[in-house]
């Protein structure tokens, strides 16, 4: 009922509230995160969670909030958008710092999104971002973005494992799932003997664990839902301008982001990052609306 709702009741002054909302949280937790790192939580072992209760639930609300007022600050005409530049430094200082990789690909193809939406002459510009992202953070945060292309690594050779227990967990069982909460009980039974882990809670990846854990058809329907929205958005931006645009941009890029990251990790499994997707959703749809209306 979420997306709905935002649809109908999100208007013009609501967008801003909640930008206005999103701004001051990405701040607070990022500022939090940044003093974690700086008081030791700087490695892997000890990763920030600003006062949140996991470095994932971290990672996904700043990776939003940094979405939104990025989208907002390159793309509303107001000219106090610029207020919105403090929460957008900090908070990918303090994503990048976080180690959580999931995230660090959901803003690179959120960003991939905004140059598009903005200045697509800009995505030439990509290459030089990142080499100047490589000189200015820490070696240990380089290293975490190396890995990410290492399958030998451990926690990247456990999400391939997990992805073939779910392959067959949904071959055995494809209309209904295993069941609400089962992938972590049934995964021992369906563990590859040379897997790393024993136990684990969830297949860290949104489309896996959906089909795995409720069956095809769920699976099928989240598809739509996603699919729908990004033809929806993507088809409204030429068309759209002034802060209609931003608002649609910052809803899409925020869905490319989420959805990028959750082939990495299971991100809809923390309600609260669910909940504050499905009211982007919502709010991107009835900005669309309310631009043709």
């Not at 003997?193 to 058809?217: F, S, Y």
Request: charged share 15%.
């Amino acid at each position: 009922m979420l997306v709905p709702l935002s649809a109908a009741l999100i208007d013009e002054v609501w967008w801003r509230r909640l930008v206005a909302s999103l701004a001051v949280a990405t701040t607070i937790l990022a500022v939090w995160g940044l003093v974690q790192y700086a008081q030791g939580f700087n490695d892997l072992e000890h990763r920030i969670t600003g006062p949140l209760s996991h470095y994932m639930l971290f990672a996904g609300w700043v990776l939003l909030g940094v979405v939104v007022v990025l989208a907002e600050l390159l793309l509303n005409p107001v000219r106090r958008v610029w207020l919105l530049l403090p929460p957008a430094v900090l908070g990918t200082v303090a994503l990048l710092l976080s180690y959580t990789r999931n995230a660090w690909v959901g803003l690179a193809a959120a960003l991939l999104v905004l140059a598009a939406v903005w200045r697509r002459r800009l995505l030439v510009l990509y290459p030089v971002m990142a080499l100047a992202l490589w000189l200015v953070f820490p070696r240990s945060v380089l290293d975490r973005v190396v890995s990410v292309f290492d399958l030998k690594q451990a926690s990247n050779y456990d999400r391939v494992c997990m992805t073939l227990s779910g392959v067959q967990m949904i071959r055995d069982y494809p209309i209904t799932g295993v069941g609400l909460d089962m992938v972590k009980r049934m995964y021992p039974l369906y563990r590859r003997d040379d897997a790393p882990r024993w136990r684990v809670p969830h297949l860290h990846n949104n489309i896996m664990q959906i089909a795995a854990e409720r069956g095809l058809p769920a699976l099928g329907a989240y598809l739509w839902l996603m699919g729908a929205f990004f033809t929806v958005t993507w088809r409204a931006l030429p068309h759209l301008s002034g802060r209609h645009r931003a608002a649609v941009a910052a809803s899409l890029a925020s869905a490319v982001a989420i959805s990028i990251a959750g082939l990495f990790e299971y991100n809809f499994w923390f309600a609260n990052i669910q909940y504050l997707m499905l009211v982007l959703l919502g709010a991107g749809v009835g900005r669309v609306e309310g631009a043709s209306a």
